[in-house]
């Protein structure tokens, strides 16, 4: 659960909880009291229009019922029968001559006080009587008992309050429980992570930042610890990669440039000294000086591809013309290297894809580049390109030399050139480019290989 969400309903309970206290007094007294049964009871009789009194005198009893204190238990009793009873031991209905309702009475009159009289109704204020013929039969009573003091704990006022200020202190420790628990879960996790931070800064990312053991699963805490490991690993990633970046800098160019200055010391010291030597080694010179430009020209492109502001000027572009332009350069390029070249482009004319035109030529040309570098000569390069619902497959295959299992998911890193590379002027940086520009795009590429039988690289563009 969220922190905010938990302090939120944190701050809900503590509002409603001295409410709840408040109102349960009150619920819990009617709930409890004699009267309520009393009355309940009453409606019921009366209804039955048993009894022959006046409204006048049921009005009378009503009162009477009502102003019956809570700790006191009350029972009607009417011609020999108990018709209404809030005494646990005597039902509603129960009948009971004088004599076993006395004899009751006697044997419980050690533990309550016992108050007998009859209702104080009309007839009585003008006939002074509620009684047969017989003075002796007591037709209509209405008998009170509360327990006697010491023998029991009466319900009274403040045991309510007393259950309710309980209850009321109870909730707010647990409360304050919470509370502490929360702002240690807090506090530990903002330490733990302020330490994790301060490795980062350092440039220590090699320790992984571990998910807080007070923090509970699926909170803001949570979220930021897995935030924070995601950049540690990606700060790393990009550390690893800035190194191999500059140690295959360093290599690649390290070759031309001992070559530049082997042939200028040979010329300068005199070793080289006739016309055509000078003339082979100046030739020489300028062919390395031309790789060393091609060098840092890749080098540069590939890091303005790694500047993702050019997404912001892709336009849509007709995307059969694109490939028929370039299938038709490739079959130029194929016949000068002797290559055998089918292509087969079936794209609807209409169709329409936004993108870096230049981009995705320069990633087509660098696949076709070692189409033809992995292949011999008679060998044969397929450029097909199919359309079909919500998107185009763009594939260039050879039937060359293919790439190993364990070269095939590293051809997309820098510098990286498998065991089968046979072009020195490589610096590993084509396919790496490629892949830059298709994830760039949001397309996706994919590669079959096999030793020996050739390779198949497969281009899907969404359309929509």
Same mark, same amino acid.
């Given at each position: 659960m969220k922190i905010r969400t938990q302090l939120k309903l944190l701050i809900i309970f503590m509002a409603v909880m001295p409410f709840f206290c408040a109102i349960s007094i009150p619920v819990y007294h009617y709930f409890s009291s004699p009267q309520r049964f009393l009355l309940k009871g009453y409606k019921a009789i009366r209804a039955m229009n048993e009894i022959d009194f006046t409204d006048d005198d049921w009005d009378d009893l009503k009162k009477q019922l009502e102003t019956i204190p809570p700790n006191v238990q009350t029972m009607v009793y009417y011609n020999s029968c108990i018709i209404l009873s809030s005494i646990q031991e005597l039902k509603p209905g129960t009948p009971m001559t004088p004599l076993e309702l006395f004899e009751f009475i006697r044997s419980t009159s050690d533990i309550y006080d016992y108050q007998m009289q009859t209702p104080q109704l009309n007839r009585n204020r003008k006939n002074n009587h509620i009684m047969e013929d017989n003075p002796a039969f007591v037709k209509f009573l209405v008998i009170s008992r509360s327990k006697v003091p010491g023998t029991g704990?009466?319900?009274h006022p403040r045991n309510y309050f007393l259950l309710a200020f309980l209850i009321l202190v109870t909730f707010e420790i647990s409360c304050a429980i919470f509370l502490i628990n929360l702002s240690q879960t807090i506090a530990s996790s903002i330490t733990l992570l302020e330490e994790s931070t301060q490795k980062i800064a350092a440039g220590e990312l090699d320790t992984k930042i571990e998910t807080p053991k007070q923090a509970s699963q699926s909170n803001e805490i949570t979220s930021l610890t897995e935030s924070l490991e995601k950049m540690r690993k990606s700060l790393k $990633?990009?550390?690893e990669r800035k190194s191999k970046f500059i140690m295959g800098i360093s290599h690649d160019l390290r070759t031309p440039v001992a070559l530049i200055k082997g042939y200028t010391e040979a010329i300068t010291d005199g070793v080289v000294n006739d016309m055509d030597s000078v003339k082979k080694s100046l030739s020489i010179i300028h062919s390395k000086a031309d790789q060393l430009e091609s060098m840092i020209n890749d080098l540069i492109n590939y890091v303005k591809l790694n500047n993702t502001d050019w997404r912001q000027t892709l336009e849509y572009v007709a995307v059969e013309p694109v490939l028929k332009e370039f299938a038709s350069s490739a079959c130029v390029t194929a016949e000068v290297y002797k290559r055998t070249i089918l292509t087969a482009i079936n794209i609807n004319s209409e169709t329409k894809i936004r993108m870096d035109k230049n981009l995705f030529n320069r990633a087509? $040309?660098?696949?076709?580049?070692?189409?033809?570098?992995?292949t011999s000569d008679g060998d044969t390069i397929s450029i097909t390109a199919d359309q079909?619902?919500?998107s185009v497959m763009v594939s260039i295959s050879d039937t060359g030399t293919g790439i190993s299992e364990k070269d095939l998911e590293h051809i997309?890193?820098?510098f990286y050139r498998g065991?089968?590379?046979r072009r020195e002027g490589s610096m590993?940086?084509?396919l790496s480019v490629v892949k830059t520009?298709?994830?760039t795009h949001g397309w996706k590429i994919d590669v079959q290989s096999k030793l020996q039988e050739g390779t198949t690289f497969t281009i899907t563009i969404p359309v929509k």
């Open positions: 704990e009466r319900r $990633e990009d550390q087509l $040309e660098n696949i076709f580049s070692n189409a033809l570098r992995y079909s619902t919500g997309y890193d820098i065991s089968n590379s590993g940086i084509g520009i298709i994830d």
